[in-house]
C-alpha cells in the first residue's frame, strides 16, 4: 500500500480526481475495529510507522477517507513512538478538532478527555491522561507562548496542511525550529534545557498538497503516499456553468430526492445569506412534495452557528427522512458526516482577505469566490466515506480545470495583527522568520501599526508589558486591548460581558422576517442611547437578571419573546468564565464594576476600537480617523438612524456601501485621550 517517493504516475494518483474506478470495498465492515482494518491506510500501517520512526518529518498524502486523520495518530500511540510524550493533530477548523477526538475516542473505547482530547478556543476536553490530542492550529501556536519547545509533544502532526492558514504556517516555522533544537543537541547550545527534552517527530497530512514544496522547507522530508480509497465517489460536472448556483442547488437537490435512492445530502455553498435563502427554498417546496414522499430535515452548518447546533449535523437522520445539510467549507475537510451520499458543490467559498488601503490598518473581510482543485476534492471526498457516493459539481469540467490547484497561503492575504503579537511574545519578527512563503510587506507594516496603536509596541516596535498583557487572553488584539483597559477604567465586569458576547460565534439577536416589527419592538427595551455595545451590556444583565430570580425555564421563556439567541448569551457565559480565568492569572479583578456610569466602560472600548473610529461628515456619512473611507452605520445598528459627532465599530461590512457594524457613540475626548494619540509624531 505505501510508497515512498514514487514515480511521477503515482504522485499524479495521489492528487486526481476521485473516480468511480476506485476498487470498491465489496464487505460492508461492522464492528469498529473492522472498520479500521478495512480503511486503505491499514495494510501499510507497519511501512509507515517505520518510515515515522526512521525519520524525523514525514510528509503524508492519502486521498480523503483514506484514514490519515483518525488511524495515524492511534497507529503511533500503539507503536510506541510518542514515549510517554502527547501527540498532537491539528486542524484547521474547530468542528473537526472536536468530531474527530469524539470518533477517535470511540475507536480506542474510551470518553473524551481521557485518552483521546481536544483543544479549542474555549473550550478543552483533555486530562492528565491524554496521550492523542486533536487541537486547532490556533490553540497549538498558543501553547507555544507557555511551553516555546512545545515539550509536552513528542509528535506534531499537521494535519489538512494544503489549507496553509496563518497559524498552521507559523507552526511549521516553529516546528522547524523547535525540532532543530531538540533533535540535534548540537544544535541547542545555549538554548538550556531544550537539548534534554525527547526528539520530536513532524508529520505533515493532507490529500492534496504539493509535498514537494513541504519536503524541501523540511530539509527534503521523505514523502510518503498512501494509494487508493475505501469506496468509490462518481463526480459529475454540470454541461454549461450556472451563474445562479443557489438556485441550481435547490433544483440538483431535488432531482436527487425524487429520483435517487435514499441517502443524505450535503450542499457546499460560500456563506450563511445562501444557506438561509436555500434552507427557506427548500422548506418551501417540501410541503408542496406528494405525502408519500419522505421527508426533509434540512441542517445549516456554518461557523457563527453554536457548537452545540453545528454537532446537530452528526446525529442521524429521523427514520423515512432525507437529511440535506446547507454548509459552507467549514465542512469542507477532516470530518465524516455519517449518512451523507450524495455531495452537491456550488463551486463558491468565501475567503479571508486583508483590506489594508480601504481601512489604513490590517483588517480582514470575507469575499466571495471560485473554489480551488484542491477544495473540490475535498468536498467531493465528504461522500463515500461510508459507502460509495456521488459529487455533483455545478461547475463545468473545463472550470474545473481552470481552478488553482490550491488557495494563497493566508499569510500573504489575511491581517497578521494577532500573529505579530504572539511572535513578539516568542522573541521572534515576522521580518525574520523562515516561513514557507513570506508575508507581504504592507501586511506587515499595518499589523506593526495597529499594534504601535494599540500600545502593544513601543515606537522601537519592541513588546511593552501592555502587549504581554493583551497576549494572554485568547481575544483579537483590540478586544483583549478593552480588557486591560478595563483594569485602568474600573469597569471590568461590564467589559467581560460586553467582549464574551462579541467572541460567541453566533449572533445576539435573531432576525425573524415573520415578526419584525415584534422583534424590532422587543429590541427597543434593551437600547441604550449610546448605542450597539451597551446595549448588549443591558441585554446581558436583564438574562442574568431573569436566570437568577426566575430559573432556566423562564429564562429560555424569556429570550424568545425577547428575540434573544440564548444559545449566544450560554456561549458568552462559558466565553467570560475562561476570560475571567485569564484575568485571575493578571491580577485583574474581575468583579470591579462601574455600576450605572457606563462612561468608563465606553473608554475601554476607544482603547481597542480606536483604529475603528469615524467622525461624522456633514452630509450624514462617517470618515475614518485613521483610513481614507467614508462609511456608514449599518441598519442593523440601534444608531442607523442617528448622527452623532464621533462613533467606534467592531467592523466594516462591505455591500454596496462600506458599513460599519457594532457602533456605539464616544465623546471626542475619549478618542483623544489615547495615549499615542497624544504623542507627538503617533
Ligand atoms: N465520525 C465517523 N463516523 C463514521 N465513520 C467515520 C467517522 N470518522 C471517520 N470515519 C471513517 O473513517 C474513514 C477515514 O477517516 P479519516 O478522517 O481518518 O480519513 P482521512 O484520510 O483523514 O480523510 P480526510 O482527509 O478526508 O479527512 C472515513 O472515510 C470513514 O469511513
Same mark, same amino acid.
Given at each position: ?36 482494518? *478495512?480503511?486503505? /491506510? =491499514? ?5 509507515? @510507522?517505520?518510515?515515522? !520512526?526512521?525519520?524525523?518529518? +514525514?510528509? &503524508? ?16 500511540? *500503539?507503536?510506541? /513512538? =510518542? ?5 498532537? @493533530?491539528?486542524?484547521? !477548523?474547530?468542528?473537526?478538532? +472536536?468530531? &474527530? ?38 490553540? &497549538? ?219 489604513g490598518t ?86 506593526l501599526k495597529s499594534l504601535y496603536l494599540l500600545g502593544a509596541l513601543d515606537s522601537k516596535k519592541?513588546?511593552t508589558?501592555l502587549g504581554?498583557?493583551m ?6 488584539p483590540n478586544?483583549?486591548r478593552?480588557?486591560v483597559a ?120 476607544v482603547r481597542g476600537l480606536v483604529q475603528?473610529a ?11 480617523l485613521m ?43 475619549f478618542v483623544a485621550e489615547v495615549p499615542v494619540l497624544n504623542h507627538k509624531g503617533a
Open positions: 500500500m505505501m510508497s515512498p517517493r514514487p514515480g511521477l504516475e503515482a504522485r499524479k494518483k495521489a492528487r486526481v480526481s476521485i473516480s468511480a474506478k476506485n476498487t470498491p470495498k465489496s464487505v460492508q465492515p461492522n464492528s469498529m475495529q473492522d472498520q479500521r482494518n *478495512e480503511l486503505p /491506510i =491499514a495494510s501499510g500501517k507497519e511501512a509507515l @510507522v517505520e518510515e515515522i !520512526r526512521r525519520n524525523d518529518v +514525514t510528509i &503524508l498524502i492519502g486521498e480523503t477517507g483514506s484514514g490519515k486523520t483518525t488511524q495515524v495518530p492511534q497507529y503511533l500511540l *500503539e507503536s510506541g /513512538i =510518542a514515549g510517554s510524550g502527547m501527540i498532537a @493533530v491539528t486542524q484547521p !477548523r474547530k468542528v473537526a478538532a +472536536t468530531s &474527530l477526538a469524539a470518533r477517535v475516542a470511540a475507536e480506542q473505547d474510551v470518553s473524551v478527555g481521557d485518552l483521546v482530547g481536544y483543544s479549542v478556543r474555549f473550550n478543552e476536553a483533555s486530562s492528565a491522561k491524554t496521550r492523542i490530542k486533536y487541537a486547532t492550529d490556533g490553540m &497549538l501556536v498558543r501553547e507555544l507562548l507557555g511551553d516555546p519547545m512545545l515539550s509536552r509533544y513528542s509528535v506534531v502532526i499537521i494535519d489538512e496542511a494544503h489549507e496553509r492558514t496563518l497559524r498552521t504556517d507559523l507552526l511549521i516555522t516553529n516546528l522547524k525550529t523547535i525540532q532543530k533544537a531538540r533533535n540535534s543537541p548540537k544544535d541547542a547550545k545555549g538554548k538550556g534545557s531544550a537539548s534534554q527534552l525527547n526528539p520530536l517527530k513532524i508529520v505533515v497530512m493532507s490529500a492534496t498538497l504539493d509535498a514537494e514544496k513541504f519536503s524541501r522547507f523540511y530539509d527534503n522530508a521523505k514523502i510518503l503516499y498512501v494509494k487508493g480509497r475505501q469506496h468509490p465517489v462518481a463526480v459529475y460536472h454540470t454541461a454549461v456553468s450556472q451563474p445562479d448556483y443557489v438556485d441550481a442547488a435547490l433544483r440538483t437537490f431535488f432531482q436527487i430526492h425524487t429520483d435517487q435512492p435514499p441517502g443524505d445530502v450535503l450542499i457546499f455553498l460560500p456563506g450563511q445569506e445562501d444557506i438561509e435563502s436555500l434552507d427557506k427554498s427548500i422548506k418551501l417546496y417540501a410541503d408542496r412534495l406528494p405525502r408519500d414522499n419522505p421527508g426533509i430535515t434540512v441542517c445549516p452548518m456554518y461557523a457563527a452557528l453554536p457548537a452545540s447546533q453545528q454537532a446537530e449535523i452528526f446525529s442521524p437522520a429521523t427514520p423515512n427522512t432525507r437529511k440535506c445539510i446547507l454548509a459552507t467549507n467549514i465542512a469542507e475537510t477532516s470530518i465524516t458526516i455519517p449518512g451523507i451520499k450524495y455531495v452537491i458543490d456550488t463551486g463558491k467559498c468565501k475567503e479571508k482577505r486583508y483590506v489594508a488601503r480601504e481601512t490590517g483588517f480582514d473581510t470575507l469575499l466571495t469566490r471560485d473554489i480551488t482543485k484542491s477544495s473540490a476534492m475535498q468536498r467531493a471526498g465528504r461522500a463515500g466515506r461510508e459507502g460509495s457516493g456521488f459529487c455533483f459539481r455545478l461547475y463545468t469540467e473545463e472550470s474545473f480545470h481552470a481552478m488553482p490547484d490550491t488557495a494563497e497561503p493566508e499569510i500573504r492575504r489575511c491581517s497578521l495583527t494577532s500573529s505579530l503579537l504572539q511572535l513578539k511574545c516568542l522573541g521572534q519578527d515576522l521580518e525574520d522568520l523562515d516561513f514557507m512563503d513570506k508575508p507581504d510587506q504592507e501586511a506587515i507594516g499595518a499589523a519592541c513588546l508589558e504581554r498583557d497576549a494572554a487572553f485568547p481575544l483579537e478586544l483583549a478593552a480588557v478595563s483594569r485602568e477604567f474600573g469597569c471590568t465586569s461590564e467589559v467581560l460581558d460586553i467582549i464574551s458576547v462579541l467572541s460567541a460565534t453566533s449572533k445576539l439577536f435573531y432576525d425573524s422576517t415573520d415578526e419584525r416589527d415584534a422583534a424590532q419592538e422587543a429590541r427597543r427595551k434593551f437600547r441604550h442611547i449610546s448605542g450597539d455595545h451597551l446595549t448588549i451590556l443591558n441585554v446581558v444583565r436583564a438574562f442574568r437578571e431573569i436566570w437568577a430570580s426566575e430559573g432556566k425555564a423562564a429564562r429560555r421563556d424569556w429570550c424568545r419573546k425577547q428575540f434573544v439567541n440564548d444559545r449566544c448569551l450560554l456561549e458568552a457565559q462559558n466565553i467570560r468564565n475562561q476570560l475571567q480565568e485569564v484575568c485571575a492569572r493578571m491580577g485583574i479583578d474581575r468583579r470591579t464594576s462601574c455600576g450605572e456610569n457606563e462612561q468608563p466602560v465606553l473608554k475601554s472600548l475603528h469615524a467622525f461624522l461628515q456633514p452630509d450624514g456619512s462617517y470618515k475614518q483610513g481614507p473611507s467614508i462609511v456608514k452605520i449599518h441598519p442593523s445598528s440601534s444608531l442607523c438612524d442617528k448622527k452623532v459627532p464621533v462613533i467606534i465599530y467592531d467592523e466594516l461590512v462591505y455591500t454596496s456601501h462600506i458599513y460599519a457594524r457594532g457602533v456605539s457613540a464616544v465623546p471626542r475626548s
